[in-house]
T-cell receptor
Framework: EPEVTQTPSHQVTQMGQEVILRCVPI?????FYWYRQILGQKVEFLVS????????KSEIFDDQFSVERPDGSNFTLKIRSTKLEDSAMYFC?????????FGPGTRLTVL | QKEVEQDPGPLSVPEGAIVSLNCTYS??????FMWYRQYSRKGPELLMY????GNKEDGRFTAQVDKSSKYISLFIRDSQPSDSATYLC??????????FGAGTRLTVKP
């Protein structure tokens, strides 16, 4: 059964550094998403992406964040200048229509 | 009022019990309702998906949606120790911006 994959599983970075989190969605999915989950808190929507552009974004998704799907398979989330409060699990998800399937997540630790 | 409210538990039941998990919500635009299961430090796994009001059954799992009361439920029959996880309700309108509950931590004791 196809799965969403994410790399790396754990990323440690210094405050102020740029990070890129990578996802390979299920091949026939059309909609792609990023969510984050701060330890002990609820899963929060960041952004949705369809037809090579952002379709929705939350108030969390500020100018420090960007997404792209450069080659038709990988879907990336870039954080330009990481802050301590960006430490969280970041989940990629994809859907054909409304049912969203999640990847295993990348744990980002900002020191 | 929070957009999606879910009792975080923890909830502990003996093996074989019927488990009832619930969420309430305030946004009447929500039309799609999901239940996810999340094991510790893993991604959410889709269990049930329901559109609008009604019931849906899949094996030991039954999802119910009552849009008039803004209330959704997940029932687990004949609960097993392997059902021990955090259960997340999630919902969205037509914009694919999915909102999650806080999650209920369930333990099923052998």
């Amino acid at each position: 059964e196809p799965e969403v994959t994410q790399t790396p599983s754990h990323q440690v970075t210094q405050m102020g550094q740029e990070v890129i989190l990578r996802c390979v969605p299920i091949s026939n999915h059309l909609y792609f998403y990023w969510y984050r989950q701060i330890l002990g808190q609820k899963v929060e929507f960041l952004v949705s992406f369809y037809n090579n552009e952002i379709s929705e974004k939350s108030e969390i998704f500020d100018d420090q964040f960007s997404v792209e799907r450069p080659d038709g398979s990988n879907f990336t989330l870039k954080i330009r200048s990481t802050k301590l409060e960006d430490s969280a699990m970041y989940f990629c998800a994809g859907s054909l229509l409304n049912e969203q399937f999640f990847g295993p997540g990348t744990r980002l630790t900002v020191l | 009022q929070k957009e999606v409210e879910q009792d975080p538990g923890p909830l502990s039941v003996p093996e074989g019990a019927i488990v009832s998990l619930n969420c309430t919500y305030s946004n009447s635009a929500f039309q799609y309702f999901m239940w996810y299961r999340q094991y510790s430090r893993k991604g959410p796994e889709l269990l049930m998906y329901t559109y609008s009001s009604g019931n849906k059954e899949d094996g030991r799992f039954t999802a119910q949606v009552d849009k008039s009361s803004k209330y959704i439920s997940l029932f687990i029959r004949d609960s097993q120790p392997s059902d021990s996880a955090t259960y997340l309700c999630a919902m969205m309108g037509n914009n694919n911006d999915m909102r999650f509950g806080a999650g209920t931590r369930l333990t099923v004791k052998p």
